[in-house]
């Protein structure tokens, strides 16, 4: 019961934007959503969270809906070492409001 | 700093075997987690803790146990091991004071029981 919905692959060319949407339609008005990849089988690495206004760090930005609805994550020139499973988050009230990874979204940079 | 560290990377178990899963964090923590994640799919959690001596339930505790005795380990216990608990078992942990701070990971324990 992920609460949010990713598409399952995508393509991006090396060197373009490449732009991850998410679905999380029943998100609660204080709650973040959070943004990670895994690379291969390692472990996942956070990558970035906001609340409702569009956020930015080193390594992406975060862009959220006024509704708040849904959100993109944007890699600005991605490169072939971000090939990874991305995955958005919200928190669930299940299991102490705890962080459900749903299947997340495989992205591919291709040369 | 280390960060969380999840020991061994590796095992190999024979059905009905025991071990214990060891994750061990640096951050001054409260709050850690054990997930596993099947091929292809998405993290599942199995328990967590929100301090030394506290622990609860996931969403798929069944066959194995977990304690917190300190705010730095967290071990994973199987106790009879099952080829469907063959899988990649991922420790994380999080600071929980305050906003909502994201969870750091281990590099994860590959177990397969045969």
């Known amino acids: 019961d992920a609460k949010t919905t990713q598409p399952t692959s995508m393509d991006c060319a090396e060197g373009r934007a490449a732009n991850l949407p998410c679905n999380h339609s029943t998100i609660s008005g204080n709650e973040y959503v959070y943004w990670y990849r895994q690379i291969h089988s390692q472990g996942p690495q956070y990558i970035i969270h906001g609340l409702k206004n569009n956020e930015t760090n080193e390594m992406a930005s975060l862009i959220i809906t006024e509704d708040r609805k849904s959100s993109t994550l944007i890699l600005p020139h991605a490169t072939l070492r971000d090939t990874a499973v991305y995955y958005c988050?919200?928190?669930?009230?299940?299991?102490?409001?705890?962080?459900?990874f749903g299947p997340g979204t495989r992205l591919s940079v291709l040369p | 700093n280390a960060g969380v560290t999840q020991t061994p990377k590796f095992r190999i178990l024979k059905i009905g075997q025991s071990m214990t899963l060891q994750c061990a964090q640096d951050m001054n923590h409260n709050y850690m987690y054990w997930y596993r994640q099947d091929p292809g799919m998405g993290l599942k959690l199995i328990y967590y803790s929100v301090g030394a001596g506290i622990t609860d339930k996931g969403e798929v505790p069944n066959g194995y146990n977990v304690s917190r005795s300190t705010t730095e380990d967290f071990p994973l216990r199987l106790e009879l091991a099952a080829p469907s608990q063959t899988s990649v078992y991922f420790c994380?942990?999080?600071?929980?004071?305050?906003?909502?701070?994201?969870?750091?990971f281990g590099d994860g324990t590959r177990l397969s029981i045969l």
């Open positions: 988050i919200v928190r669930v009230a299940a299991y102490g409001q705890n962080f459900v």
């Open positions: 994380a942990s999080r600071r929980g004071q305050g906003k909502v701070q994201p969870q750091h």
